[in-house]
């Protein structure tokens, strides 16, 4: 199949001006506008445009509630058959990773609730864009994609939260006997754990699609991400049962405890409350890393974008 091949030139790189002149030019002008041109909203009107790109991502994943039925079943399954494991793993009165057992079950049923929240498996959306060659819009509109695409994923893990993360909770928490947390500041700090969580899930993903401006298909590099993300984050198995050396590995060499573990850890209150905040701190620290990281490859990428359709 013949593929026809376009290349889009950032206006802020070396190129002929008359290659791109602006779609409301008089005719015969050669000033170019392309996506470095595109008018920059104030910090305002930003903030309006965010908003209502989270509601429209909430109303958008609101529309899918046989889906969300569906997940809460198999939350619910999984979540009985994990938590009988670690029953068994904390019999005889063991505290196994140092966890109690209703401390388990907190963190197996509340686990079960925010993983459709951080969403750590596979998203293609932007690689799908990229690869049919609709990123062009994207890039021409005045919100920058990373903020565009973050803003819908935000309102994807509000409705995760009140679709499927409510329910599973309430669920153990009728049949278990679960962990309350007995520290004030805790609830508001799981809070900003899980949101940080749910940010640091998202720039991943994105910086795993961007590849597809270089690879086109990024189906391996999503399987890496699925499998890495559910290995390293905890989600089959809080990190703690791991040997020191490779809690110290994963803790300060990858992001993937602050996507599921440490939220769940600030929850069931696994440590003192120093180490709960700095905790919370080194999810910062990732987001302060991964943004910037994630707008950088986003300018490589697009420095020349190669567009491939039919």
Known sequence: MPFAFARLFRADRT?????????????????????????????????????????????RWATYRQ?????????????????????AVAADGRRPGGYEAAQLATYVWVGQGIMSVVHVWNWNELADRIRSGDVT?????????????????????????????????????????????????????????????TVISFTLRYLVNLGSF??????GLNAVWVLAASVFAGTFFPLRFLPEWAQVLLWFGTPFPGLYQ???????????????????????????VLIPLARRVQRAATHRLVIQGG
Request: charged share 15%.
């Open 214 to 219: 270089w690879l086109l298909d990024v189906r």
């Open 15 to 59: 190129a002929d001006p008359a290659m791109d002149p602006p779609i409301d030019a008089p005719a015969g002008s050669s000033t170019a506008r392309g996506p470095a041109d595109r008018p920059r909203p104030g910090p305002h009107d930003r903030a309006r445009c965010f908003g209502a790109l989270v509601g429209a991502g909430f109303r």
């Open 262 to 288: 440490i939220p769940l850890d600030v929850l069931v209150e696994r440590a003192d409350p120093a180490l709960q905040w700095g905790s919370v701190a080194l999810q910062l620290a990732w987001v302060a």
């Open 137 to 197: 819009a994207d890039l021409l509109r005045p919100i920058d994609p990373f903020e565009a695409f973050l803003a819908a994923d935000l309102g994807r893990a509000l409705y995760s939260v009140l679709a499927r993360m409510l329910v599973p909770v309430l669920v153990g928490a009728l049949v278990f006997s679960m962990y309350l947390p007995q520290r004030p500041h805790t609830w508001p700090l799981f809070a900003l754990s899980l949101a940080l969580g």
């Open 67 to 87: 889906a969300a039925l569906a997940g809460l079943f198999t939350n619910t399954v999984f979540g009985v058959m994990i938590y009988s494991l670690m029953l």
